[in-house]
């Protein structure tokens, strides 16, 4: 799969520019490919753009010259993760909010001839890091340097090509509206990537999964409102009702490590001891001699 949807793979640029060609028209080493896939100057206009991996937005802008539309990604996963894709002289873009957040295969915008260019194409480089500016385009820098700092861009959607293959990335929809359904409950940030981690591919829904998480906080909210003139519940009940309220997540073992979780969390909270007992799973007492 190519960001130009209707590129061929075997003459994916079409004239255009190839990584790491002398550019008479940037008179510099160029850091990405030009890619192209219709006929005639405006043969590309409209043709969708899509997402090689897993990217949040970094940058989104326009320049009268150069680049005219053009947006800046960081690849999340895969075997690039941290990478930098840069599509540049698009007709649209279907996002403009930082930090959104897209998956692979997904249409994020239009290919078009922004930017005073000629004829319609995609522009796109791969950069290994954040560049040192959003209008970076390699110029006053060597052949060594720009190769340095980049991916070869065809290398690069080869390799997610296998990635996808393997089913590294593979999400379901439900999988997704986990995902989503965390993010709605106002879980901390720092926290809501470990829990999705958990709940990813068990037997759980987005209604089961908000219902929990939203359970959980009225339950920590009310404790602590209370927590002066009302006794406060040991971690082991607390954990029995977190096996209660989870019950629709999937199997005992799962539970328990959602419950494990929790509790962790619970009695970082309160200050008492970080590894709570789970209901049925008491360590024995070593026995006397």
């Given at each position: ?11 994916p ?53 150069g ?7 960081e ?8 990478a ?8 649209s ?9 897209v ?25 290994l ?8 385009y390699?110029?006053?820098?060597s ?57 990813a591919?068990?037997h759980?829904?987005?209604a ?17 409102a209370?927590?002066?003139?009302a ?8 954990v ?31 200050g ?16 006397t001699?």
């Amino acid at each position: 799969m190519l960001p130009l949807r209707d590129a061929s793979p075997a003459d994916p640029l079409r004239g255009g520019y190839g990584f790491l060609e002398w550019s008479t028209y940037t008179g510099s080493w160029h850091e990405g490919v030009d890619l192209n896939c219709g006929t005639g100057i405006d043969g590309d206009l409209g043709v969708p753009l899509l997402a090689l991996a897993p990217m949040t937005l970094l940058y989104s802008g326009e320049t009268l010259r150069g680049f005219g539309k053009h947006q800046w990604w960081e690849v999340t996963d895969g075997p690039h993760r941290g990478a930098v894709c840069h599509y540049a002289h698009a007709d649209s873009f279907v996002h403009s909010d930082v930090y959104t957040t897209v998956q692979r295969g997904d249409v994020i915008g239009t290919c078009g001839k922004t930017g005073g260019q000629y004829a319609a194409h995609l522009h796109w480089s791969v950069r290994l890091g954040i560049p040192p500016s959003w209008q970076y385009y390699g110029g006053g820098e060597s052949k060594e340097v720009v190769a340095s700092t980049h991916v070869d861009p065809l290398a690069f959607a080869l390799r997610y090509d296998q990635w996808a293959e393997e089913g590294a990335f593979v999400m379901t929809d439900e999988e997704r509206a986990l995902i989503e359904a965390v993010r709605r409950t106002g879980y901390p940030a720092g926290e809501a990537a470990g829990l999705v981690d958990l709940f990813a591919g068990l037997h759980a829904n987005a209604a089961s999964v908000t219902g929990w998480i939203n359970e959980i906080g009225a339950l920590t909210a009310s404790i602590d409102a209370h927590a002066n003139d009302a006794p406060i519940p040991q971690s082991e009940e607390f954990v029995f009702q977190v096996l209660t309220l989870s019950a629709e997540l999937g199997t005992t073992g799962i539970r328990d490590t959602l419950a494990k979780l929790v509790a962790q969390e619970y009695a970082a909270l309160l200050g008492t001891p970080t590894d709570p007992v789970i209901p049925g799973h008491e360590v024995p007492a070593e026995a006397t001699p």
